[in-house]
């Protein structure tokens, strides 16, 4: 989408103080073509330190901060629970959006929101920066070499102790784990396409008061393919070892990465995979958003791709829920032009 009424710097403000809200804020004061503008948070210390680091000026809503006066681009970097509720305000003041995946937590307000996005003719772009990273970038370059693909484990465990008492430990505010952590599915649905069944179980440790100390999600999925692919994800107090591991099998070989390291095993041969560090992702998505409103550039993921993977999350959502395997060629196209 390119915009020629742009009066550059294009001026942004971002909803949120963590992590990625300083990663996005670094990446716009860095680019002379934007201008950050206001940012809200939710602990006022936090925000202050953080409107003092860039600069910026603090307001006390996100309701406030998407309605303020000139301001093309709203960076939403908060709860997930919230994203679609923002993310639809900020369309229909007028502003174009960028947002952390999920989407939304649920796939028919997603949808919505892509609908609505085209009708108000504003950019609405979800992040999803694993695909920009090293890793998948060497994986997709080498899958040929490993044959056909038939199996796929995808492994990610993040030891804490103690947990905190965050909004990525409570059930509502952080969402359904593959669906909070979506590039999970993702990334198999954007190397192996379409799945067409779903098997999933999860088991929460709960503390008090919609949070946990850990979580524990594994799902089995069937692609159209023939592919069948399990992916696990659990955090909190009760793991001990950190593990992202990913596992490629295939009828010529078999493709292992173990964080951001790679092998071919081809029998007794091992070749090594040369990935590029996970750096500056933050930067490329935000750098790629500007050319894309400036200059018209295509992005590197589709809406339609990120719904997608959605969808998938809420099947393995609705199986861990139904304790039935949930069959995805049911699934329509649920965007409305």
Known sequence: ????????????VIVGTGFAARKRAEAVQADQRSNLVAVVGHNPEITQAFCQDFQVKGVDSWEELVNLPDVDLVIICTINRDHSAIA?????????????????????EAANLITLARKQQKLLH??????????????????KEAGDIFFASYTTIVPQYPAPKRWTYHHQMFGFPFTAALSRIHRLT????KVKTVSCQTRFWDTEAGYYRSCFTQAQLRFESGLIAEVTYGKGETFQERTRNFTLSGD???????????????????????????????TKDTTLVLDNLIEGKPLYVSLEASLYALQVADAARESAETGKTVELSAISDIIRN
Not at 1 to 10: G, R
Not at 127 to 143: P, R, S, W, Y
């Open 1 to 12: 989408m390119s915009n020629s009424s742009f009066s550059l710097p294009i001026q942004v």
């Open 88 to 108: 639809q305000s900020a369309l229909e003041s007028g502003k174009h959006v960028v947002v952390e995946y999920p989407l939304a937590l649920d796939p028919t």
């Open 126 to 143: 979800v992040e999803h920066i694993e695909l920009l990273g090293g890793l998948h970038q060497g994986m997709k370059k080498v899958l």
């Open 190 to 193: 954007d190397l192996f396409g």
């Open 252 to 282: 010529r070989g078999n493709l292992i990465f173990i964080g951001e390291e790679g092998k071919l095993i081809r029998g007794e041969e091992e070749i090594p995979i040369e990935i590029e560090p996970r750096r500056n992702l933050f």
